[in-house]
């Protein structure tokens, strides 16, 4: 059964700073994994999609890599803004079979952003 | 405007009288999924469909029942609901296509079971 971890569980920073947030999964057969945002009380929006073919996607000041053989993934956010508070979550879409439906998501980290 | 709909957004009943959520989404999605979020669990797949009549169990489907009779819609219906199911419950759709599978989510229903 396909596991993810999300560490820190928790981080706050200062404004301005550079972060990096990780995800990692026990199962290395996935179709794609996705970075999502979460604000309080609200859905989830998606960030960034890596396929299971691809290193890394950028979208403004975040960078997503995958390196798919570790089952590792990060989150590179950079000059962080108070604007970027929120809960940050990873989902891993298995790879095929009877299993390419699931999702399975990592239990998010919290991020606040101080000025 | 692309979305997901969900109704309704908040629910409060009793153990036992069956209720249902809808899901829509005017996008022409082939895959839609069901979760429920709970503190210190995370977001939890219920059940997901990869296209009209063809659904399939995520990893918490006990107590859940879903129908695709048609694209758009993937209701949840809960026959009997008990306390346990007290959660915030999404609707999430998606092309399922290898060039994109961007997930958009509903904005939330959140139920309450006395």
């Known amino acids: 059964k396909q596991e993810v971890t999300q560490i820190p569980a928790a981080l706050s920073v200062p404004e301005g700073e550079n972060l990096v947030l990780n995800c990692s999964f026990t199962?290395?057969?996935?179709?794609?994994l996705q970075w999502f945002r979460q604000d309080p009380g609200k859905g989830l929006t998606s960030l960034l999609l890596?396929?299971?073919?691809?290193r890394e996607q950028t979208s403004g000041r975040l960078n997503a890599s995958l390196d798919k053989s570790s089952g590792r993934s990060t989150l590179y956010i950079a000059a962080s803004q108070p604007g970027d508070s929120a809960t940050y979550l990873c989902?891993?879409?298995?790879?095929?079979?009877?299993?390419?439906?699931?999702?399975?998501f990592g239990q998010g980290t919290i991020l606040t952003v101080h000025p | 405007e692309a979305q997901v709909t969900q109704n309704p957004r908040y629910l409060i009943t009793v153990t036992g009288k069956k209720l249902t959520v809808t899901c829509s989404q005017n996008?022409?999605?082939?895959?839609m999924s069901w979760y429920r979020q709970d503190p210190g669990l995370g977001l939890r797949q219920i059940y997901y469909?990869?296209?009209?009549?063809?659904?399939d169990k995520g990893d918490v489907p006990e107590g859940y029942k879903v129908s695709r009779k048609e694209k758009r819609n993937f209701p949840l219906i809960l026959e009997s609901p008990s306390p346990n199911q007290t959660s915030l419950y999404f609707c999430?759709?998606?092309?399922?296509?290898?060039?994109?599978?961007?997930?958009?989510f509903g904005p939330g229903t959140r139920l309450t079971v006395l």
């Open positions: 999430a759709s998606s092309l399922l296509s290898r060039a994109t599978d961007t997930q958009y």
């Open positions: 199962d290395s057969a996935i179709y794609n």
């Open positions: 890596i396929q299971s073919s691809q």
């Open positions: 989902a891993v879409r298995a790879a095929g079979g009877t299993s390419y439906g699931k999702l399975t």
């Open positions: 996008m022409n999605h082939e895959y």
């Open positions: 469909s990869m296209n009209v009549e063809v659904t």
